[in-house]
């Protein structure tokens, strides 16, 4: 098609100039025929007439020419050969100009997810995958080695930088245990707490099951740090339950409260107050939605149910509200964030 607007362009142009042309003839053969009644002759129309001729009789042709070589095939125009001291240039630029981070592909079994990340120790085969980037992170999901199920771990913008200071600088973890259609306001919350400037940044870890291993997740925890850059300070991790998950979560703070900074719960219910003594420097935030009476209750209970243990701490709160559950559960998120990086603050 576009040699045919190429030709085309080529006679348009190619009749105007001829007729321009005859008419600058035209004006001077009628010039040069008055010289018989002694009539001075004036050229400038022809003149004029043959100059605009010969501009419209080359733009035409360039125009057309220039036309004809856009419409040329890939195959047809000549491509510059790539040196090889240019790639190699390109291979020699460091890690940290190049793509941020994040779980390779194993070159020996070709699945993704499947190298161990830089900085860390151990070994162990993942088959993690990037499913997106929800609020400006990156989300992976998949199998860690010798745990059950599906999880899902969420990097934030800020991981990359927080692990070039050398092994152990990563970022702090949380736990998210919650139901997986509501995890899209926790990756917003915990972003959205840091934008505001009162929280960390999280590495974000998922169970699809919100109760796997709640009594002891050690071994989520080892195998989280065997593929990611996470802090190996005491305490670095903490535990935010969200609606459903959020028994879970007391259940594992009540159960090691040595390893964790401390637990938010946002909504859920009912809560169960474990039998026998309580250990020593439980840290629990409970916060639910201004409307949410029932869970404000369970978690009420839930407090009474604790008074006496040693070096306890138990928050309340009920002051969020907004016009959604979605908007407020965000809200919840923010504040939990908040909550957990004063817990790791002081706990460390």
């Keep these: 098609m576009t040699l045919w607007w190429s030709a085309a362009l080529i006679a348009a142009g190619a009749t105007v100039g001829v007729w321009l042309a005859g008419s600058a003839l035209g004006v001077w053969r009628e010039e040069r025929a008055g010289r018989v009644y002694e009539l001075t002759p004036r050229y400038r129309g022809a003149v004029v007439r043959a100059v605009l001729a010969a501009v419209v009789l080359c733009s035409a042709l360039v125009g057309g020419v220039a036309q004809a070589l856009v419409g040329l095939p890939d195959s047809a125009v000549p491509v510059a050969a790539v040196s090889p001291a240019s790639t190699a240039r390109a291979d020699s630029h460091p890690a940290s100009d190049r793509a941020p981070e994040a779980p390779q592909a194993s070159q020996a079994s070709g699945t993704p997810g499947a190298s161990k990340a830089p900085g860390t120790s151990g070994g162990a085969t993942t088959a993690l995958t990037q499913i997106g980037q929800p609020s400006g992170g990156r989300l992976f999901q998949g199998t860690l080695s010798g745990l059950p199920g599906q999880v899902r771990i969420w990097l934030p913008a800020q991981y990359q930088a927080h692990g070039s200071a050398g092994p152990g600088s990563g970022l702090q973890a949380v736990v998210v245990r919650a139901p997986e259609g509501e995890l899209g306001e926790v990756w917003q919350g915990l972003a959205g707490a840091v934008a505001g400037g009162h929280a960390n940044a999280f590495v974000a870890v998922a169970p699809a099951d919100p109760c796997t291993l709640a009594s002891d997740d050690s071994a989520l925890r080892r195998a989280v740090a065997a593929q990611y850059r996470i802090a190996t300070k005491p305490r670095s991790w903490a535990e935010l339950g969200v609606d459903a998950g959020s ?54 209970r839930l407090r009474a149910g604790l008074q006496g243990g040693p070096d306890l701490s138990v928050r309340l709160s009920d002051t969020v509200r907004d016009l959604t559950p979605e908007l407020e559960r965000f809200r919840l998120v923010r504040l939990a964030a908040n909550y957990l990086t004063e817990m790791f603050t002081t706990r460390q």
């Design 247 to 300: 028994s879970c979560a007391v259940t594992a703070e009540l159960a090691h409260p040595d390893v964790y900074a401390g637990a938010a719960v946002l909504g859920g219910g009912p809560f169960a107050r474990p039998s026998g003594a309580l250990p020593s420097g439980i840290r629990l935030l409970m916060a639910q939605a201004h409307r949410d009476t029932a869970a404000q209750a369970d978690a009420n």
